[in-house]
Nanobody, 125 residues
Framework: QVQLVESGGGLVQAGGSLRLSCAAS????????MGWFRQAPGKEREFVAAITWGGLTTAIADSVKGRFTISRDNAKNTVYLLMNNLKPEDTARYYCAAHRRLRVFTTILADFGSWGQGTQVTVSS
């Protein structure tokens, strides 16, 4: 089993940037696709970005495409989400997750089986 811990959230002005980090435990981290999801109060958890086990392929939600970038450093067992040009609509709790299966890449929430505790991102206007 993999354990995930997110960090890097905070309060920023619209137009600002944040980089979220997700530190993972587990000897097979490099064999799993990783994803970022977010959830605002009263809303369903939604897909933000995902990256394959080797980091060569990424998927970005249309709502954040061009502003957010996902990356990973398998040597450090860490996945990142760089968020640029933040907007108030980006305010949410952001969660890191690992895919349920080895070397399988999808962006469906139910396909991710290990979750971090989340980190809050608040964007003021």
């Amino acid at each position: 089993q993999v354990q995930l811990v997110e960090s890097g959230g905070g309060l920023v002005q619209a137009g600002g940037s944040l980089r979220l980090s997700c530190a993972a435990s587990g000897r097979t981290f490099s064999s799993y696709a990783m994803g970022w999801f977010r959830q605002a109060p009263g809303k369903e958890r939604e897909f933000v970005a995902a990256i394959t086990w080797g980091g060569l392929t990424t998927a970005i939600a249309d709502s954040v495409k061009g502003r957010f970038t996902i990356s990973r450093d398998n040597a450090k067992n860490t996945v990142y989400l760089l968020m640029n040009n933040l907007k108030p609509e980006d305010t949410a709790r952001y969660y890191c997750a690992a895919h349920r299966r080895l070397r399988v890449f999808t962006t469906i929430l139910a396909d991710f089986g290990s979750w971090g505790q989340g980190t809050q991102v608040t964007v003021s206007s």
